[in-house]
Each structure stands twice: as C-alpha cells, then as structure tokens.
C-alpha cells in the first residue's frame, strides 16, 4: 500500500453518504420564510442585540498544493466578537509559522522530515498597501529562489506548526493524488442582461473506484488574473462533490457561473481528504447560517490549540484550460 | 341477550341537545353514582324497580336532573339546554364533587375555542391549548406544542384516536385541524392512562363531530383567508348519520386577483376534508368511520427562474366498532386504523434539478375494554399493534449533464403494546388508580444498514436483513400510577406517577416544523426516548363551583434525546443514525390555574414557573444548556364577557419569557483573496458559536380581543349566522420571530436585525347554519 492509498484509508474513512442538499434547504428556507414574511406582513427592524465579549481566537487559514507554489501560504487573523461594527480583518504578525513535510509509516505513524522544515515569513504583496496584505506567511524562496520554493507532493503529509504570543498550534494535513480531468467542454450559451454572449464550463473526469472523494472546484480567468489567494478564485466549494452516489462513475459537472465569450478559463480540481471536506462544507453552512430555520453553524476546526479555529486545506490539483466559443 | 334479575329492569338513557343532536360523553349520576354516556349520548344501565334521580351534565349545558320511575324495561331521553351565553368550564365537571378535577388535564369544546380571539379569524385547537399552563407554543408562528419541556415530537396528537404525524400547516403557522369539524380538545400532560403510550410528554386528542342524526344541515364560514364548508344529515333516520366538512385557504387566489404582479406564478394554500360517518347496529352496537385527507401545496419562482413545488399532507382513515355488554357494565372497541405523511417536492435551481419525496405509514389495529361494575371499580385492558414504513426519502438531483439518483432504504417496524389499568375507591376519601403498560418494538428486515463499530462510526460494511428479519428489538414496562385523596367535598390533593416510552424520534435541526422532517425509528444506534415524571397537585372548587383553584408541581427525567450534529444532512442520508447525538433531560416546575367558571364574566388565570436543560456529552462542552424552549415564566389571562344574547366579547392576554437561542460569540474572516489591481481584500466573514442556547430573546407579550355578534334568529327560520370580529395584538407588540446579525460585506458593515411577523391585525369572519 502506497502513502497516498494509506492516506486514502486513514483520512477518508467511509462513504458516509453525505449527499449535498444545501440547495433544497436553502429553498425551503428562503421560499418559505419569504411566504411567511409576505403573508402576515412581516416587518424588519435594526436591533441592539446585547452580545456578551469573548476572548479572541487565532483564525488560522493554510494551504498546501500540488501545483502552483505561490499559493501555499498560511493568513493569521483574529476573530473579533460578534457585534464590532469593523468587518475587516485583524491581522496577526510576528508569528512562527513552519510547514514540515512527512511520511506515512508501516505502523500508521508518521514520521516528519524536520531537516526540510520550511519556515513561512510575513509577506508583503506585489502592489497591494501594506496593512491589507499584513499577517501572509510565505516561503522566503518564492523571492529568491523559486524553483526551490515549498511545492506539495502527493502522497506525502504535511504539518504545520505555529508559535504566537506563547502559544503553539499544530495541524496535519495529507495530500492525496490529483485526480486527472480529462477535458473541460463549454455549453449553455445564453445572452445574459447586459447583452454579453454567455456560456458555462462543465468538466469531465473519471471518479476513483474507491469511495470517499471530494472535490472542491476553482478558476481563474478575465476578472481574477491579477489577484492573489485561493480566496480570490472563482470558486465552486458550494458544489463540493462526493462520490456517495455515484461513485466510479465518468461525471460531468457544470459550473454555473456565466463566462463571457472569448473567455480564457483554467480549471482547477483539487482532490481533498474528508477532514478538509468538512472544513469547506461548514464553512458553507457558516456563511448562511442565521434565521429561525436554520442552525447556528461554527466552522469545523481541524487546528491543534488553545482558541484557535481554520483548516491546514490539503490541495491535490489537476487543472485544465479553455476558452470559451 | 343478558339475563336480567326479576327485580332490575334495564333502562337506556339517551342523552340529546335542543336540536336532537346528540350529546357525547355526557356526565350522568343515577342516585349519585356517576358514570359516562358514550360520544352518542347513550347509557344503558341496569336499575332496581321504583324510584331514581337521574342527573346528567355536560360541558356547555346546563344540568338537568330527572324523579323517574321504572318498572319494566325502558328508554329515557334527557334533553340538555345548551348555554349559548356563557363561556363553557374548560373541565368536564358538573356538581360539587371535586375529585372531578382530573389532574393534568384539560378539556376544551369548540363553542369555548370559536369565541377566543385568534390570529387571522382561524379557530385553532393547538393554538388555543396553549393558553392553559405546562403547555407552550414554540413562537408566534409555530404550532409546535412544548408540554413539560418535552419536545414538538413527543406529543401523541390523535384525531379522533388516530395519530397525526404532522398537525400542521405551513410550518406549524396553522394546524390541520378545522375548527368547523372539530367538537372537542382533551389534553393530557401527565398522569396518563395505560390505554397511552408512543409518545414522552402529552395526549392531545381531538375528537370530530358526528352528523345530525334527524335532518339534513349545512353550515360554514367566511373568513380573512380561509372558507369552511359542511353538510351533515341521516344516512337512516335516527340511526345513522355523516357530516362532510372542507377548509380551503384562498390567499393565493386573492393575491392573484390585488397583487398579481408580485405574486407571479407563485402561490401557496392548504385544504382540509374531514369526513365521519356512523352507524348504530343496535343499542348495543355501533360502527364510526372516520377519514381526513389535507394537503399543503406550494410553488415559488423568483426572478432568476429558481422553481420550487412542494406538495405535502395528512391522509387518515379508520373504522371502529363500539359494543356494550352487562347492561352497560362492560365496553369494549376494536379499531383499525390507516395514517399516513407524504411529501413530494422539486426545486429547480439554474442548472441544477431536485426531486425529493419521504414518506411514512402506519396500518394499527386496537382494542379497549372497559369494566365498570360499580362506583368503586374500574377497569381497563387492551392492546395496539401497529405496523409502521418509512420512506426516507429518495431524491433526483441533476446538475447539468450530470445525475445523481438516491434512494434510502425503506424501514419498518412492528410497535405493540398491552395494558392493564384498575381503578378503585380504597376509603371514603382515597382513590388509586394503578396501570401498566407494556410496550414493545422491533425494527425488522427488509433493508441494507451500515454497520457501525462500538464508537458508533460506519466502518465501511453494510448488511442486509430479509424480510422480517429482526434489526433491533426492545421491550419495556410502563407503569402508571395516580393517588387522590379528599381533604373535603372541595379539595383533593393528588399524586402522580408515569412512565413513558418513545420509539419513534423527528429528524429536525430548526425551529420550524418542515414537512421535509423524517421519523426515524429506533435501531441498532437510535435507542427510544424514555420519560419519568412525577407530578403533585392541590385542586379546590369554592363559592359552589364558581371558582375553580389548581396548583401543580412536576418533575420530568428525559433519557435518549435525540439531537444532530452541527451541519448533519438529515435529507437522503443513509447515515443518518451516525449524525445523531444522545442526550439526558429535565424539566420541573409549578403551574397555578385559577378559573372562573359562572356569571356573566367567567375566563382563567393560568402561570407556569419552570426550568428545562437538555445535557449532551458532545454539546456544550458536556455542561447542561437551556431548552429551546425553556421558559421560566409563562402567563395567559383569558376573560369572557356576555354583555347580552347579541354581543359576547372575550380578551386574551399572554406573557411569557422569551426562547433561549444560540448567538454567535465571535466573527471571523476566511476564505481570503486580494485583488492586486483594486489593491483590496476579500473575505467571508462568518459567525462563531460557542455555548448552546446562551441568549434569550425579548419577552414575548400580546393582547387580543374579539367581539362575536349574534343576531337574533328568526322564529320558525332554521338559518343562523354570527360576525366574529378579531383584533390581533392590540397595543402592536413586536415580538421578534428571529433576530441576527447582518453582515453587509460589500459595505463591510454589520447590524443587528429583529424580524416580527404580527403587528396589530384585526380580522372579520361570518359564520352560517341553517
């Protein structure tokens, strides 16, 4: 058994059957709601809700992949109470941040290579203000030397170790084996409101015969070329795809968002051990979750520590290029 | 068929209203014994030859006492004056004896309901009951009944003694029960008899009217959103009858009509059909048949073409036989019953199909005896069995070229249940009544299940069982036991005892009562919900039963209480028991009732002071957390007021601490990018919870009052109408249905929101029969 079947077995343990509905509740929910709203004549109103303080968690967000260097970094925030009217972020400097790489033993033990230890540093990016860009650890030799920089390698485990204010923080992540797309195609043509020529990317792969594989989706293409992050790509991880129902089968997934004719479009998917799954999964549900019908939902930490919440995200990606006709 | 003694004779007492219409369950004492008529107004007894005083009294009629003299065999028919001017004693009690004042229960009849005000005009059984003290209303748009800190499942709701398994209307905003059908409410919230069991916390039974076994009637209402309509008459005079009643809301039609452009093609209403029939073999024999049929149908396009249907309802059917036997000294019925839940739903969303359909269905049979060979014994036995399917749910969903098919497993399972329950008078001043149920279930084959390790984790294997095959079996005694002691003729102090088991959970994570919720039996994994409660009371009846003084104290154990974990899909997961958590409950408390039941003003002061917590090993950090619905105060004043036969006018007020809701305890920012060229950021910023239930909304408070006019009924014209005109939270109380926080992240700002649903809303309805 190879690393990344041992992976496989360790990290994504059953087919848990876990079809995502989100879209279905959503629609009862927001149908519903609005139903009830429109009926009885409901009314809305600003309301001071009265929120105790608590104390402020390290909000860790890391990434690791296998295809493009300059988006392994690691953000550190803290997470601010509920009712500071201030929404942006509170950056977190002067951290240790370290990203090992290990292997996985006969003995489900895994041994870590402290000798190629990378240490991230506090990057300030190309062109964006200083203060924005603040609490990003990079590896040094993305400037330097880049053909040495930090690069994921499927099959392997990654740790990442944190050291802030005294305190330390710890999370592992395995990277499985890219799953191959075997084509993009483009279809669903339409004209869209402002009279552009539209159409929708749907990308064709073959899932693994065993069960227990996640995708999340991303692209870039005209209005995200000059940004920076995985947080700036166009995204699809409300589509996280799970084989529990179709599991071995050729699939074929189409993105509903709307490119614009001539596009130049790059596809990645990124094959993800369950762990991280869940992470993205609440974190879709957390970016929803209010209203009397629906449950408060946190984010589900995969960090190692005292007040800490994010996800060490394990990104094993295939990507594929095409312009939309 | 029963030899008589040469010095008894038998004597069949029927017992009849106004307009012949008989009066069910009517009380009657016969030289001070007391017994029951049966729901057609008839008791046949065995009576010595020579003189008797019969009594008989109902709820809503006067008392009528009746010096008879028999000698052979014979029929008497006691006519029963109704009190159209007054609001009826909630508890069915007539003359001084208190025992009377069952303990945790109340009886309501629809004339009492249909003169409270109530939210858009509609008369609402579930609605109005929670008026009564220890049992809660999830919110102002929630039918959802909360008895004891028991949760909206753990209430036996039956419909003519066959249960419903979702009593509401778009999302509990209205129940399925249609006021224009419905002759009586009985809610028992402890101190259950044996004959009950399935459920943890309540019965809440609600019994429909038989047809007019004389002549041919109609009657029915307008109102704000809804019409009613039902007919009634003899299929054989005097011997047979039916009654045929329809709901239909028409808010989608009106809208049509004043906002069609708002609306579009969207449009939601609901319908009712209730349907009985009756027929009496001999004085010894009957047979009812009872049928519901309601559906809630839904559709909803917005302007980016998303479609969503959603039909979803209630199907219901049973036949009883009723017999008596020893001149009335031994009862029995036998009972089969159908009832069903199903939902069908799509949503079309850009490229992506859902098709989503559940299903649950249940064929029981029954059987109840009752043996009442004097004042001082009775006795009660029987058995149900009921064989129950689930349908989980199979589901269609395509997103573009792509399908995914789902299909859970189907379940089934066998529930059966005998019980004893005795009934005897020990002294003068000390009655027990002692019972015991004992019920059991087998959740059985055919299915495929995942096999779980001893952590409760799938480990991968599936097993199939054939048909039949035993999945997981329990058994369990449920004892019951209830003591009443006369201080006097005025005052009893009683005790209670009861356990209860529950093998059936609701999958729900909101607040609401969705049609998509599931049952979910229990299994290998999902054990049932068992309840111990032990209640206490003091009753008094003063100023020859004008007033009427209750004050209980309970304390309820919960075991087995089902909750999910954060984010767990409860649609089409085959997984689903791998998603549950298990966890211990409480809940105590003091309820005070004070009621006024003569004169021109009569009404009731119920107050509840009570604590529930829910403790879960994997919630909260172990720590016990406040119920949803815990409410330490609750308050509901109910007056009525007949100025004249024309204008009655009755007012209800209630006050209740607000519910206990999770707020987030601090925000964080994710999912970062930078756009290079805008030199900007961009992030998600999301809430975090950490404690359970940490935050209490406003208290919830509101006045409402109605006015029912009726006008004076031609001589000799058989029609008759009434206005009823409702004002809906008079002083405009904007009690929130939901609060949160609204991140605006384009405008990178926040603000708390509170959303209300009923400012002040008066309605007008009319009502006809004829």
């Known amino acids: 058994m190879n690393d990344s079947t041992k992976a496989l077995h360790l990290y994504q343990p059953v087919n848990q059957n876990k079809q995502k509905h989100w879209f279905y509740h959503r629609a009862v929910n927001m149908a519903m709601t609005g139903?009830?709203?429109?009926?009885?004549?409901?009314?809305?109103?600003?309301?001071?809700?009265?929120?105790?303080?608590?104390?402020?968690?390290?909000?860790?967000?890391?990434?690791?992949?296998?295809?493009?260097?300059?988006?392994?970094?690691?953000?550190?925030?803290?997470?601010?109470?509920a009712e500071n009217t201030e929404i942006t972020s509170i950056p977190v400097k002067n951290a240790l941040v370290k990203i090992s790489e290990g292997s996985l033993m006969q003995n489900n033990t895994i041994t870590w290579d402290k000798n190629a230890t990378v240490i991230l540093k506090e990057t300030t990016l190309p062109d964006v203000?200083?203060?924005?860009?603040?609490?990003?650890?990079?590896?040094?030799?993305?400037?330097?030397?880049?053909?040495?920089?930090l690069r994921g390698?499927?099959?392997?485990?990654?740790?990442?170790?944190?050291?802030?204010d005294g305190e330390a923080y710890t999370a592992v992540t395995p990277l499985l084996y890219p799953i191959p797309i075997d084509h993009l195609s483009t279809d669903y043509h339409y004209t869209d409101k402002d009279g552009s020529s539209k159409g929708r990317v749907t990308v064709h792969f073959k899932d693994p015969d065993t069960t227990g594989n996640y995708q999340l989706f991303y692209w870039r293409h005209s209005d995200n070329q000059k940004s920076f992050g995985w947080g700036s790509l166009g995204t699809s991880k409300r589509i996280i795809n799970s084989d529990e129902n179709n599991n071995g089968s050729y699939m074929h997934l189409t993105n509903s968002y709307g490119f614009v004719r001539g596009d130049s479009i790059t596809y990645y998917m990124a094959n993800v051990p369950r762990s991280v799954y869940n992470f993205w999964d609440s974190y879709n549900k957390a970016r929803n979750s209010s209203g009397p019908l629906s449950t408060p939902a946190s984010l589900l930490n995969t960090i190692n520590g005292k007040n800490v919440t994010g996800c060490f995200s394990g990104l094993a990606i295939s990507s594929a290029t095409i312009v939309m006709d | 068929m029963y030899a008589v003694n040469a010095q008894t004779v038998s004597v069949s007492i029927h017992i009849s209203n106004s307009i012949q219409t008989p009066v069910g369950n009517a009380t009657v004492e016969i030289d001070g014994r007391r017994m029951l008529a049966d729901s057609s107004g008839k008791l046949l007894q065995v009576f010595t030859k020579g003189n008797h005083l019969i009594e008989a009294s109902a709820v809503g009629y006067y008392s009528r006492l009746l010096n008879i003299t028999v000698l052979s065999d014979t029929t008497v028919s006691l006519m029963l004056i109704q009190k159209e001017n007054e609001l009826r004693n909630v508890v069915v009690t007539a003359g001084k004896n208190n025992s009377k004042n069952e303990m945790s229960f109340y009886?309501?009849?629809?004339?009492?309901?249909?003169?409270?005000?109530?939210?858009?005009?509609?008369?609402?059984?579930?609605?109005?009951?929670?008026?009564l003290p220890g049992i809660k209303s999830g919110g102002e748009a929630g039918s959802g009944i909360y008895v004891r800190g028991g949760g909206p499942d753990q209430n036996l709701i039956l419909l003519d003694d066959i249960p419903v398994y979702n009593p509401n209307h778009l999302l509990g905003f209205f129940s399925v029960f249609n006021g224009d059908a419905i002759k009586s409410v009985n809610v028992r919230k402890g101190d259950m008899n044996a004959a009950y069991g399935g459920r943890l916390s309540s019965v809440i039974s609600i019994d429909t009217r038989e047809g007019d076994k004389d002549s041919m009637k109609v009657s029915g209402g307008i109102g704000l959103i809804s019409s009613k309509l039902s007919i009634e008459g003899p299929i054989v005079k005097n011997k047979s009858s039916f009654i045929i009643s329809g709901r239909r809301t028409y808010i989608d039609q009106v809208a049509k009509v004043f906002a069609k452009k708002k609306m579009g093609n969207n449009g939601y209403y609901f319908y009712d059909i209730n349907a009985n029939a009756d027929y009496e073999i001999n004085k010894n024999n009957k047979l009812l048949f009872t049928f519901y049929n309601g559906k809630d149908k839904f559709s909803y396009t917005n302007d980016k073409n998303n479609l969503f249907n959603a039909n979803w309802g209630n199907t219901i059917a049973g036949l009883t036989?009723?017999?008596?036997?020893?001149?009335?000294?031994?009862?029995?019925?036998?009972?089969?019953?159908?009832?069903?839940?199903?939902?069908?739903?799509y949503y079309g969303y850009d490229l992506s199909d859902y098709i989503f359909t559940s299903a649950v269905s249940d064929y029981q049979v029954k059987n109840d005896w009752n043996y009442s060979p004097s004042a001082k014994f009775n006795f009660n036995w029987g058995f149900q069995y009921i064989w129950h399917r689930f349908k989980p749910g199979a589901g269609d969903i395509t997103k573009g070229t792509q399908e995914f098919k789902t299909k859970i497993n189907n379940q089934f399972a066998r529930e059966a249940a005998v019980y004893l329950s005795s009934s005897f008078?020990?002294?003068?001043?000390?009655?027990?009544?002692?019972?015991?149920?004992?019920?059991?279930?087998?959740?059985?084959?055919?299915?495929?299940?995942i096999v779980y390790d001893n952590d409760g984790n799938p480990t991968g294997e599936t097993e199939l069982y054939k048909k039949g095959e035993s999945i997981a079996r329990y058994q369990y005694p449920e004892p019951r036991l209830h003591l009443d002691y006369s201080l006097s003729s005025l005052s009893n102090i009683k005790l209670s005892y009861t356990k209860t088991i529950q093998y059936l959970h609701l999958a729900t994570t909101s607040g609401a009562t969705f049609p998509s919720d599931i049952w979910i039996p229990a299994g290998q994994i999902v054990q049932p919900g068992i309840a111990q409660q032990i209640s206490i009371g003091y009753f008094r009846n003063?100023?020859?039963?004008?007033?009427?003084?209750?004050?209980?104290?309970?304390?309820?154990?919960?075991?087995n209480q089902v909750e999910f974990k954060q984010g767990a899909q409860l649609l089409l997961n085959q997984n689903i028991e791998g998603e549950m958590m298990f966890g211990k409950g409480k809940a105590y408390g003091i309820e005070l009732y004070a009621e006024k039941k003569k004169g021109k003003l009569t009404g009731w002061v119920g107050y509840t002071l009570s604590k529930t917590q829910r403790k879960y090993a994997e919630m909260n950090n172990g720590k016990p957390f406040p119920y949803r619905y815990d409410r330490t105060h609750d308050l509901s004043v109910v007056a009525n007021y007949t100025l004249n036969r024309q204008w009655n006018f009755s007012s209800v007020f209630v006050f209740g601490t607000g519910n206990a809701l999770t707020m987030p305890t601090g925000r964080v920012n994710y999912n970062v990018g930078f756009n290079v060229s805008q030199r900007t950021a961009s992030f998600t910023s999301m809430n975090q919870y950490e404690e359970i239930n940490n935050y209490r909304l406003p208290a919830y408070h509101r006045l409402d009052i109605c006015a029912t006019y009726t006008p004076k009924q031609k001589r000799k014209k058989r029609f008759s109408s009434s206005w009823n005109f409702n004002i809906y939270n008079v002083y405009n109380r904007q009690n929130p249905y939901f609060i949160y926080m609204d991140i605006n992240q384009s405008e990178k700002s926040l603000q708390g929101k509170m959303v209300y649903l009923f400012p002040i809303t008066p309605a007008v309805g009319w009502n006809f029969k004829f």
């Not at chain 2, 009886?107 to 579930?126: A, F, H, M, N, R």
């Not at chain 2, 036997?325 to 029995?332: A, C, E, S």
Request: include cysteine; aromatic fraction near 10%; glycine fraction near 6%.
């Open chain 2, 542 to 559: 003063t100023r020859n039963n004008m007033y009427r003084l209750n004050v209980e104290a309970y304390y309820k154990d919960l075991n």
């Open chain 1, 153 to 164: 390698i499927p099959g392997k485990y990654y740790l990442l170790e944190i050291e802030v």
């Open chain 1, 129 to 149: 203000p200083a203060g924005i860009s603040d609490g990003i650890y990079t590896d040094p030799k993305l400037q330097t030397d880049p053909a040495q920089a």
């Open chain 2, 321 to 345: 036989w009723k017999q008596q036997m020893l001149h009335g000294k031994l009862k029995q019925s036998v009972s089969m019953i159908y009832n069903a839940f199903d939902l069908d739903s």
């Open chain 2, 425 to 449: 008078r020990i002294s003068r001043r000390f009655r027990a009544t002692t019972g015991l149920r004992y019920s059991y279930f087998n959740q059985v084959g055919p299915t495929e299940r």
């Open chain 1, 35 to 81: 139903t009830f709203l429109l009926f009885s004549a409901g009314c809305e109103k600003n309301f001071d809700i009265g929120l105790a303080h608590t104390e402020p968690q390290l909000v860790v967000e890391a990434y690791i992949n296998t295809e493009i260097p300059e988006y392994n970094y690691v953000i550190l925030s803290k997470s601010q109470t």
């Open chain 2, 107 to 131: 009886s309501l009849d629809i004339g009492q309901l249909k003169k409270l005000p109530v939210i858009l005009g509609e008369t609402d059984p579930l609605k109005t009951i929670t008026l």
